[in-house]
């Protein structure tokens, strides 16, 4: 499973021009799933996604995890961060398929939410529109391959 997290000061989802899920300061991760993945992953990524100590203490370190930052996560599945861009058009035979990635997207989320946080969600295999504001920036890749 691999995530790119970003700290956000908001987020987004849009269909259709209708925005249907929406934070305010927190993390939107971009949440990939590979062929192969299990429940293991998501477990794996949601404890990373709710333990790393990004924002800004009193001095402006980054020391402080989202629980006790009061963040809020924004999940929204994206099948292409599997791409093989070895080509001009990329191909995604990494990727889960649907029916397998699916499931898994939703227990990262829930694991989270478990955790204690407010979790909101795209829709998954919707086409969606992503607005944030990042917050620094700073943006982290989380893969399990490298956990």
Do not use: H, W
């Not at 402006?60 to 001009?88: C, H």
């Not at 499931?103 to 989320?109: D, F, M, S, T």
Request: net charge negative; proline share 3%.
């Amino acid at each position: 499973m691999r995530a790119v997290l970003t700290r956000v000061t908001e987020a987004f989802v849009e269909i259709d021009g209708e925005v249907v899920s929406g934070i305010g300061k927190g993390f939107l991760v971009l949440l990939g799933v590979k062929a192969g993945d299990s429940a293991r992953e998501a477990e794996k990524t949601a404890d990373r996604i709710c333990g790393l100590r990004v924002f800004e203490d009193e001095t402006g370190r980054m020391s402080i995890g989202p629980a006790e930052a009061e963040a809020e996560i924004l999940i929204v599945s994206q099948f292409t961060l599997y791409g093989d861009v070895r080509q001009r058009r990329p191909g995604f035979t990494l990727s889960a398929r649907p029916e397998a990635a699916e499931p898994l997207c939703e227990l990262c989320a829930e694991e989270c939410r478990r955790r204690g946080f407010s979790v909101k969600t795209g829709r998954f295999g919707a086409d969606m529109q992503i607005r944030s504001v990042n917050d620094g920036p700073v943006t982290l890749i989380i893969d399990t391959d490298e956990l």
